[in-house]
């Protein structure tokens, strides 16, 4: 079974960058869409940000201009770029993705998580 890992997390000071990064565990044909997601304490897991295959993106109104998402085709991965950081960005962030395996057989896949915490 295909998983995603999560890397890249850990603690910036307010107003630093982090880049999180997702790969699949197994060979994979392509990556059809993705997405980051979070769960702060005591909170509800929420959408960050989503990208298709075609590059369609979408985000958050409160990370908007601050977060980019993309695949790296050649290297099937996904990536969050984090800029801007701030403390209320403190969470566990979750990667999901949707794989075409070799074969065409499609597999969802959510990440373990990786911890970002944004504290001075």
């Known amino acids: 079974q295909v998983q995603s890992v999560e890397s890249g997390g850990g603690l910036v000071q307010p107003g630093g960058s982090l880049r999180l990064s997702c790969a699949a565990s197994a060979s994979i044909f392509t990556i059809n869409a993705a997405g980051w997601y979070r769960q702060a304490p005591g909170k509800q897991r929420e959408l960050v940000a989503a990208v298709t295959s075609s590059g369609i993106t979408n985000y958050a109104d409160s990370v908007k201009d601050r977060f980019t998402i993309s695949i790296d085709n050649a290297k099937n991965t996904v990536a969050l770029q984090m800029n801007s950081l701030k403390p209320e960005d403190t969470a566990v962030y979750y990667c999901?993705?949707?794989?075409?395996?070799?074969?065409?057989?499609?597999?969802?896949?959510w990440g373990q998580g990786t911890q970002v915490t944004v504290s001075a």
């Open positions: 999901n993705a949707d794989y075409r395996l070799v074969g065409g057989r499609r597999v969802n896949s």
